[in-house]
Each structure stands twice: as structure tokens, then as C-alpha cells.
């Protein structure tokens, strides 16, 4: 939330000198394509302001990112390639939906096993029916 | 087994204060590192930047011998604190090629004017998105790409002057 | 002076904490009635002497007294009085400060107001609280220091960062934090009755306010920092799960858990170890997060001045007080007579689903929030974000949501199950309406069964008032009816947002109309303003909707101390729903990037927030006033 952006405001002399790429904050002309883009978007997380995703930071690099989303999109690429393309370059750091892995699966199975311990130990604080 | 049970949160949070002391004693790097190392460079062709010094192609960054690849920007702060560095190293004959992010050309010939000028090449990156393609998270940062046209090395943040023997010995090794 | 006089209140009151730990120590195990009677006056002290310590914290920052070193760092001798008051607590040492004073003020309140309590449970209980107490008295006085003294003084200060500098600063740190610190009450009563292994009822009804305080203020807190952040940082979300906001968001689920079991342990003497724990595991979430926060072990967390040394110093006042609750736990609760089982169709049964669902969601945040350090000591740098939380936890907290319309309409210690679903008819109905109705415009999986259930929990949550004299209904039924309302206007919220947000991006010229939702909004102008300690760049925007105008003003603000800028949103609040304006750069060539959204009933989720906390608040009252009349009839008797 706020504390994330804390880190993050830059002095405003260190930006670049020129506009940002035009996708950078503007929308595809496409609705349906325009949200899968966003959609994308708010699983990426930025280099600069760590604690972001693209969508909602105000780093230029994050606005150079969005940029690329939108023209890959509009170009008819499929958000699933944009994003082991940017994978391959920044490795798991750049997706916020952590790609299941040797190291990650037992992340995605804890809420299963957390829900089978649970109930286990949930069952010992009921009594049969007796009747 | 019941009296055992009993322990269990104790032994959990055991399992979370270690996980919790190894961030703390072991800070994990902030910097985000290029997944290109030991890549081949991708394929791009950037137009000139400034004019008399010709654009940067990823063909010419394959020509047999090693070279680095520098991005940075005539906004950058950092980039004016690592020039001389730069100037030693091209002094001590590596080949230095350079990305420029979101400039101008009147901004990068005063920022060469003012700091020297350590590059064979510039291309121009209007939009970061050959910088996408390295993998690179900011400016300046730097690239040892071998012959061959692989990245060998990454250098995030300016080159400081302790870092100018471990860089010529990473461009030795890539011959 | 002050910062003397500070200091030396900090000092008293570390040494009060001492002594209270060392006489409730000897009242218990020698059995001194004498003694343990005392503990009440010196925890209250001790309270007092935390807040005269942190009030005069505040008055070297209103003073801008730039020979204390922690005002220059973070004070201007420019800013607004709001911002010099609350930028007492904008900082590490201020916060800490802050925390502890909550601290003892929640032992001196424990002190004073709590008399249903056998005596040696409350005395063991105040000494858990001074324990705690002085493991962080000691963490100001050896690495934190508030009141050092800056020589040679500074001409003036470095200035508050400008993200914090809006009112939200002044209301959002103190609720959450006496929120978080409230649960130390209910730590103590838990570690109190663990030494005493007096756990039953009598113990669950005298907790059960102090849980209740500590929940509202969380609830408050997490609610206004979520509304904070929406405004503030200009992008229109509300919710990121930022570590932070984790950190906040477990010791409420927690909280919240417990509050429900500590009602199984009031009325029915079950669920006795496991309220123990939540107690113990909810402040224990407190002070993780406070850790998570101030260590800057994880990524994006607090811009607070972050040193491994004082992370070192928490973490061993952590690995202290939870590790030794959990070993007290281990070690005495075999020895606490079982409480009594019950049958799984009945309003008990609920309360454990609810209890068992709510802890998976705490332990995947709690997972999900420490795995990038697990990843990290592999050498891998991994993100884990919203898709995750929403896949793993969002599901879960759907089915709560069932679980929660139905709960309350099940009876205390058995129920039929054909008469529950007669009861649930109409539950059921509004969510199949809502569902079927809800296909046609499709909002896809999660925001359409997020818009089902509140439509099924809004009915429910009302149907308990259902054939009952309203006027006799007690108030804590109502305080449940209010807060499980708030939970489905608040999750309708979320949903609409998620599902029915329009997005404008454009670049215009002035006088250049731009669409969204069921606004035109035009720029008319652009002008520059002077505020008290910044400069801004003010859009001035017209958005018409039907036939009337309303003028919206965000600005680009910029300041000087230190030097940065900020963009400051202009929200237009309508009956059904937001216009969120933004203001972006300029493109050079004449235009202005403008950024607008129409959230369609995206205050609901605050609106809930605030119904939840109202409906804790009834609740609170109503028992507090049972309380006092079954006290006032057994004097009679």
C-alpha cells in the first residue's frame, strides 16, 4: 500500500528527457484486447518500485513496460508468451502468479494442506451423533 | 501422540523464525538480475544516436572479440559518476558499445562533451525496449557479451573503480 | 528539557514494568495477597508514564525542537501543525514509541476497568503485560531512542516525506496500532490463565471485551489505510497485498477467529486449548508484522530507517515472547480439563468452520507473504502477488462467506438439519437471483461469486432479527447483524470494483472532452497553485453527467522539502459509485495525460469496512451492559 510507494519517489530531476513510448498510458483502440493487456499487467511487478505491479506505478520503466504488453497484445500475441518472454529475461522475480516449479509447488499446495490439517484437527472438537 | 501434538505450533514457529532470521541475517538482493546471462544476445538494431557515431546492431556485437555493452542515459546521475570509469577501461583497449535510454540527441552530445566519449557505438532505445530484451532493470548498467555475441556478465548500478580489474578480467576470460 | 523529561518517563517506566513483573511473580507463587494487589496501581502508572512520554514526543515535534536528532530527520520547521503532530509517529523511533505507549495504556486499562477476573489469573495476566512491556522499553532505550539529542543543532529539518503528509497520518497509525497492541491484552489473558490453568468461561467472558476493543480498532485501522492508499496513490486500487498490508491483515484474521471461538468458550466451555492459542497467535501476528515492517527483510516494506541490528533486537524479543507462549502452551494445556465437544450441526459447528476457515486463509497469507525469503536462501528471486492470494485465498474466502450466512441461523448444541435448510431458503434464493441474474452480464468467475454470496449474506445476516421483538433483542445480536452486513456490502464492493471499473487513459488539450462511465469530463484549464509547504500544478476539470456539472481539481503537487512530487487525485463521490481523476505529465506537445476511472459502488468496501467495526462496537456495548447488570443482581442476591 502507501508504505510500498514510500520507497519509491523519485527525485524529480533523475527522469528521462523524452515522453514515454505511446502505449504507455494510452489504451488499445480493442476493449477485449485492452483487458487481457491489463489484465497481464497487474500480475507483472516492477523493477523500480518493488513493491507495485506495472499497472498502478508511476516508474518510467514500468510505463515502458506497459508499452511493450500493449503492442505484443495488439500485435495478436498471447498473454501467456509475453509473459515467459519477460520471465526468460528477469526471471520469476517479474510475475507476481509464481510459475509452479520444484521450489513453488509447495506454495500452491499449502492451501489444500492447510485445509486437510485443519479439518483434522477440527474433527477431534466434535462427537458422534448419538443418535 | 496427543502430548506430542502439543508442541507443534512451538516446532512452527521455530520453522518460521529460522526462515525469518535467514532473510534477516542474509539480505536478499534488492537489485533484480538479468535471467540473459550466459544467453545469447537478442536480436536488434538500434539507429544512431549522436551523429558521426553509427547505431548498435546485435550483429556487431558478435564479431570474435569481447566487448561491453554500457546502457545509460544523459539523465542518469549514477552515469556521469561512472565515466571516468569507463574511460580507464576503454583506455585499457576494450571495446565499449553503448545503449542510450529515452534521449535525445543534443542530450547525449553534451553529456559525451562534458564526461568523454568511451563508446564505438551508440544506438538509440527510444522506448527501453532493446533494454526489455536484455533483461536490464535500470541505468547504468553493463554487459560483458564474449565473441560470440553471449552475455558473460552483468554490472548493475555505476562501475566504481574497484570494479574495473574484476570487469577487465571478465572480458580477458571471454576471449 | 523535554526531551529530558522524555527520556526519563521512559526510563520510570521500564523500572515500573520491572517491579510489576517482579511482584505479580511473587504475589503468585508466594501467594501474596498484598502484593498482587499492588500490581493494579503500578501497572496503571507505568501506562501513564508510556503516554506522558510519547505526548512529549509530540510536543518537540509541534515545538520543531531541531536539537533532537529524530525532528531533524524527519520534521520541517514549514510543514503544517497536522503534519508536525502527527510525524511524532511517521518515523521508526516515533512509531515504536507509539506502540509502546499503546502498550501500557492497554495494561494501565486492564488495570483499572477489569474486575471479573479471579485475582491471581489478572495478576499473572499483568505480568505477561509487563514482560512484554519491558522487552520493548528496553528496544527504545538501547537502539531506538526517540529523544537523542542532535550538537550542534540543525538550522531546520529534513522534512517529512509527502506521502504521509495528509490526515490519513494522523488517524490510520494510532487506530491500527492500538488495534495490533490491544491484542496484547487478550496475549496476556492467555498466558495469565495458562500459569493459573484457570480457562473456562468465567475467563473466556472476560476476555472476550478487550478482544472485541482491539477488533474494532484493527478493523478501523486496516479500513482507513486501505481507503489511504486508494486516494493516495493515484492508481485506483485498494488493496495490493503488499507485505504491509499482510501485516495487517493476519493479526486481524486472527482476531477475528478468536472472537468467534472466545464466544464458543463463553456460552458453551468448548474450544478451551484452541482460544488459548488464537489468543496467543493473534498478538504473536502483531508483532511478526510490526518485525515484517520495521526489519526490511521484505522487499517494498516501510521506507523507515532499517538497520539488521535493531531487526536482530526484535526478532529476539519475538523468538522470547511467542516461543515462550507456545512452550507455556504445550507444557500446560494437557493439564487444562478438556473442554466439552458438540455436534457438528449446530451454531457451535459453525463457529469452528468459520474458526478453521478463516486460520487456512491467516496461514496462506502468512505463507504466501514469507516465501519469497524461503525462495531467496535458494538463490531465487521470486514475487508473490495478487494472482496467488487471489487464486489460494480467494476461493476459501467464498466459502467462508457461506459458511457465515449460515452459521447464525444454526441453535446452540444441536440443530435439524432439515430445519436449517428451511431456514436457509431464502439465503439461498437471493443468491441463485442474484446468480442467474448476474449471467447476463457476465463479471467474471470470482466477481460473480462474490456478488451471488453478499446478495445470499446480506438476507441472512438480517434473518436472525427475523419474528423477534426488536426491542428485546439484546444488543450484541444486532452488534452480529450490523458486522456480517458489513462483510457483504463490503465484499459487493470488492466485487463491483473488480468486475465493472471503467478505464480512461488519454492525453487532451484543453477543452477536450474525454468519456468515462457515464461522465464527460473536459479539461478546461491547467494553473499553478501554492499550498503551505508545496507548489502544484492544478488541473481544473468539468464532469458533466445528465444535465449537472460537478468541477474536479486533482493536482501534480511538488515539494521542496524533500524534493519530490506526488499526484494528488480528485474523487467524485456519487450514489453509485466513484469518479477517480488523476492528473499525469504533459507530452510537450500541448496535451496532458489525464487518467479517469468510474468505480461503480466501490465505497461499499469502506462503508462495510465502517458497518463491520459499528457492528464490534454494539457488540461491545451490549455485552459490557450485561456484564454490569449480572454483576448488579449477584450483589443484590
Known amino acids: ?131 | 501422540m496427543k502430548r506430542f501434538a502439543l508442541w507443534a505450533p512451538l516446532a512452527i514457529f521455530a520453522l518460521l523464525f529460522a526462515v525469518v532470521a535467514s532473510g534477516l541475517f542474509r539480505p536478499a538482493e534488492k537489485v533484480v538480475r538479468s535471467a540473459m546471462v550466459g544467453k545469447p544476445i537478442p536480436d536488434f538494431a538500434l539507429p544512431a544516436m549522436v551523429p558521426g557515431k553509427p547505431g548498435l546492431t546485435s550483429a556487431s556485437l558478435r564479431q570474435g572479440q569481447p566487448r561491453l555493452l554500457n546502457v545509460f542515459a544523459s539523465w542518469c546521475i549514477p552515469c556521469i559518476a561512472e565515466a571516468p570509469q569507463l574511460m580507464r577501461l576503454k583506455a585499457m583497449g576494450i571495446p565499449i558499445d553503448a545503449i542510450a535510454i529515452r534521449d535525445t540527441a543534443p542530450a547525449i552530445a553534451g553529456f559525451l562533451r562534458r564526461n568523454g566519449d568511451p563508446y564505438a557505438r551508440i544506438g538509440s532505445d527510444r522506448a527501453s525496449q532493446v533494454q526489455l530484451a536484455l533483461g536490464s532493470s535500470g541505468v547504468p548498467e553493463t554487459f560483458v557479451v564474449d565473441g560470440r555475441g553471449i552475455v558473460v556478465k552483468q554490472i548493475i548500478g555505476d562501475i566504481r573503480p574497484e570494479n574495473i580489474a574484476e570487469i577487465a578480467q571478465a572480458v580477458k576470460d571471454a576471449r | 528539557m523535554i526531551a529530558e523529561a522524555g527520556l526519563a518517563a521512559l526510563w520510570f517506566a521500564s523500572a515500573l514494568a520491572a517491579l510489576q513483573l517482579v511482584m505479580a511473580a511473587i504475589g503468585i507463587a508466594r501467594g501474596r495477597h498484598d502484593v498482587a494487589a499492588a500490581v493494579r496501581p503500578v501497572a496503571i502508572v507505568q501506562g501513564l508514564l508510556a503516554l506522558l512520554a510519547m505526548a512529549l514526543l509530540i510536543a518537540l515535534f509541534l515545538n520543531s525542537d531541531m536539537s533532537v536528532k529524530l525532528v531533524v530527520e524527519n520534521s520541517h520547521s514549514a510543514k503544517p501543525w497536522l503534519y508536525k503532530f502527527a510525524g511524532a509517529w511517521g518515523n521508526h523511533e516515533g512509531s515504536m514509541l507509539l506502540w509502546v505507549a499503546i502498550l501500557g495504556l492497554a495494561g494501565g486499562a486492564v488495570a483499572i476497568f477489569e474486575r471479573s477476573l479471579p485475582e491471581r489469573t489478572l495478576t499473572s495476566t499483568l505480568g505477561a503485560q509487563a514482560a512484554i512491556a519491558l522487552g520493548f522499553y528496553a528496544f527504545l532505550l538501547f537502539s531506538s531512542n526517540p529523544f537523542a539529542r542532535l550538537n550542534p543543532a540543525a538550522a531546520d529539518g529534513l522534512g517529512l516525506n509527502p506521502l504521509l503528509q495528509d490526515p490519513g497520518l494522523a488517524f490510520h497509525p494510532p487506530t491500527l496500532y492500538t488495534g495490533y497492541v490491544g491484542l496484547s491484552v487478550a496475549f496476556s489473558f492467555a498466558v495469565g490463565a495458562l500459569v493459573t490453568r484457570d480457562v473456562g468461561p468465567a475467563f473466556a467472558k472476560a476476555m472476550r471485551p478487550w478482544v472485541l476493543i482491539a477488533w474494532i480498532f484493527l478493523t478501523l485501522g486496516i479500513t482507513a489505510g486501505s481507503y489511504w492508499a486508494y486516494y493516495e496513490l493515484g492508481w485506483g486500487g485498494w488493496w495490493f497485498w503488499d507485505p504491509v498490508e499482510n501485516a495487517s491483515l493476519m493479526p486481524w484474521l486472527a482476531a477475528t477467529a478468536l472472537l468467534h471461538s472466545v464466544t464458543v468458550l463463553a456460552t458453551r466451555d468448548g474450544l478451551r486449548a484452541w482460544t488459548i492459542m488464537l489468543a496467543v497467535v493473534a498478538f504473536s501476528m502483531s508483532m511478526i508484522g510490526t518485525f515484517l515492517v520495521r526489519s526490511g527483510i521484505l522487499t517494498s516494506v516501510h521506507a523507515f530507517a532499517v538497520d539488521p541490528e535493531r531487526g536482530a533486537f526484535i526478532l529476539a524479543l519475538l523468538a522470547l515472547y511467542i516461543g515462550g507462549a507456545l512452550a507455556l502452551f504445550a507444557a500446560r494445556i494437557g493439564t487444562v480439563r478438556a473442554g466439552t465437544t458438540f455436534d457438528p450441526v449446530s451454531r457451535e459447528g459453525g463457529l469452528v468452520a468459520n474458526n478453521l476457515l478463516l486460520s487456512v486463509i491467516l496461514g496462506i497469507v502468512l505463507i504466501g507473504t514469507l516465501y519469497p525469503i524461503v525462495a531467496a536462501s535458494f538463490g531465487v528471486q521470486l514475487s508473490v502477488g495478487p494472482p496467488f492470494f487471489n487464486k489460494a485465498a480467494g476461493p476459501i474466502a467464498l466459502l467462508l462467506v457461506a459458511v457465515m450466512a449460515v452459521g447464525p441461523l444454526l441453535r446452540w448444541r444441536r440443530d435439524d438439519a432439515k430445519a436449517v435448510l428451511r431456514r436457509v431458503m431464502l439465503p439461498i434464493g437471493a443468491t441463485l437471483a442474484a446468480a442467474i441474474a448476474l449471467l447476463f452480464i457476465w463479471p467474471g468467475v470470482l466477481p460473480w461469486a462474490g456478488l451471488s454470496l453478499s446478495a445470499g449474506l446480506a438476507v441472512a445476516s438480517v434473518a436472525p432479527l427475523w419474528k423477534r421483538k426488536l426491542t428485546r433483542t439484546p444488543l450484541f445480536t444486532y452488534g452480529m447483524v450490523v458486522a456480517h452486513l458489513g462483510i457483504a456490502v463490503s465484499l459487493a464492493g470488492m466485487a463491483s470494483d473488480s468486475a465493472f471499473t471503467k478505464e480512461t487513459l488519454v492525453a487532451v488539450r484543453a477543452g477536450e472532452p474525454a468519456r468515462i462511465g457515464p461522465y464527460t469530463v473536459t479539461l478546461d484549464g491547467i494553473s499553478p497553485v501554492i499550498g503551505e509547504n508545496w507548489s502544484a500544478l492544478e488541473a481544473r476539470l468539468t464532469a458533466t453527467r445528465g444535465g449537472s456539472e460537478t468541477i474536479l481539481r486533482p493536482q501534480l503537487r511538488f515539494f521542496a522539502n524533500p524534493p519530490t512530487s506526488t499526484n494528488e487525485s480528485a474523487i467524485l463521490t456519487a450514489l453509485d459509485g466513484q469518479l477517480y481523476t488523476v492528473l499525469g505529465q504533459p507530452d510537450g506537445q500541448g496535451r496532458w495525460q489525464l487518467r479517469l476511472w468510474w468505480k461503480p459502488f466501490v465505497t461499499l468496501i469502506w462503508f462495510g469496512g465502517v458497518l463491520i467495526a459499528l457492528g464490534g462496537a454494539l457488540s461491545l456495548l451490549g455485552r459490557v451492559r450485561r456484564e454490569r447488570r449480572a454483576a448488579m443482581r449477584s450483589e443484590w442476591a
Open chain 1, 1 to 131: 500500500m502507501l508504505a510500498a510507494l514510500l520507497l519509491c519517489i523519485v527525485p524529480a530531476a533523475a527522469q528521462p528527457v523524452t515522453p514515454p513510448a505511446r502505449y504507455a498510458n494510452v489504451q488499445l483502440a480493442d476493449p477485449a484486447k485492452e483487458q487481457s493487456a491489463r489484465a497481464l499487467m497487474e500480475t507483472l511487478r516492477c523493477l523500480v518500485c518493488q513493491g507495485q505491479s506495472i499497472a498502478d506505478s508511476d516508474a518510467d520503466m514500468a510505463a515502458d513496460m506497459r508499452a511493450l504488453v500493449r503492442e505484443r497484445i495488439e500485435r495478436g500475441e498471447k498473454p501467456a508468451s509475453i509473459r515467459d518472454w519477460l520471465i526468460a529475461r528477469y526471471g520469476d522475480y517479474v510475475t507476481y502468479d509464481p510459475p509452479l516449479s520444484g521450489l513453488t509447488w509447495p506454495l500452491w499446495l499449502a492451501p489444500m494442506l492447510l485445509l486437510g490439517i485443519g479439518g483434522w484437527i477440527a474433527r477431534s472438537s466434535f462427537r458422534r451423533r448419538t443418535r
